[in-house]
């Protein structure tokens, strides 16, 4: 069975730094497009960034712009999601999902993606 794994979540304070990783249970990585998403209280999940599977076309939103990183591992099962001054509007449950064999536009729609991860919790302490 196809899992994702979401990991690196917990309490940051504002300034401060986490790496969230996604890893996949049961397959490799390196032909689906990896996405992040985000889910904050009373709100509409978001998209934050997405990798293309061919590494090529690399998406972030506009508050995820020169904070946050995508990358992939060098294990091929693995995608990363390094996130830098976070924010206390950051903190939401971040949840990663897959596409196989897609690249990632200016947009990203949760409708999109068909396996996804149970998410993990990022909260930003002011």
């Known amino acids: 069975q196809l899992q994702l794994v979401e990991s690196g979540g917990g309490l940051v304070q504002s300034g401060g730094s986490l790496r969230l990783s996604c890893a996949a249970a049961g397959f490799t990585l390196e032909d689906y497009a990896i996405a992040w998403f985000r889910q904050a209280p009373g709100k509409e999940r978001e998209g934050v960034s997405c990798?293309?599977?061919?590494?090529?076309?690399?998406y972030y939103s506009d508050s995820a712009k020169g904070r946050f990183t995508i990358f992939r591992g060098n294990a091929r099962n693995t995608v990363f999601l390094q996130m830098n001054v976070l924010q206390p509007e950051d903190t939401a449950v971040y949840y990663c999902?897959?596409?196989?064999?897609?690249?990632?536009?200016?947009?990203?729609?949760?409708?999109?993606?068909?396996?996804w991860g149970l998410g993990t919790q990022v909260t930003v302490s002011s």
């Open positions: 990798i293309s599977s061919n590494n090529g076309n690399i």
């Open positions: 999902a897959a596409r196989l064999y897609y690249s990632c536009s200016g947009y990203v729609r949760d409708s999109f993606f068909s396996l």
